[in-house]
């Protein structure tokens, strides 16, 4: 059986690109930017993180050390961390992939990485 096609929700933190800058996952995924879209800079990382989990957002942010606390057993909210060695262009192509085979849940509660290592 082939799992269902989740379009998640992200909001990309105010230090990490504007979205514009990633074509695939505008395109199949609904994202805002804190900055740039809610016209919210500034904010404590604990406000940003509620803010998400209100929304039913996952925070996508370079910032993993200081969201690794919050999201720790809290089954509401989700964060990826993305290494900031990588390229916009290898952020789209590896993120659109990690959430084209993620569920609705199965990011949630989690603190998740994307690096620039490569696997096999």
Do not use: C, W
């Not at 395109?27 to 809610?38: A, E, P, V, Y």
């Not at 500034?42 to 910032?63: F, H, M």
């Not at 959430?99 to 990485?113: C, E, P, R, V």
């Amino acid at each position: 059986m082939t799992k269902k096609f989740f379009k998640h929700k992200l909001l990309l933190d105010e230090n990490f690109p504007v979205r514009s800058y990633f074509p695939n996952l505008n395109s199949r995924f609904n994202i805002k930017h804190l900055k740039t879209d809610l016209h919210l800079s500034g904010l404590p990382d604990i406000d940003v993180y509620k803010l998400a989990k209100e929304k039913g957002q996952i925070i996508v942010t370079y910032n993993i050390k200081d969201f690794a606390p919050l999201v720790e057993n809290d089954p509401g909210g989700g964060v990826i961390g993305i290494t900031p060695n990588l390229q916009p262009e290898q952020i789209d192509k590896k993120l659109t992939a990690l959430l084209n085979k993620s569920t609705k849940k199965s990011l949630l509660g989690k603190l998740t990485t994307i690096s620039g290592e490569k696997y096999d």
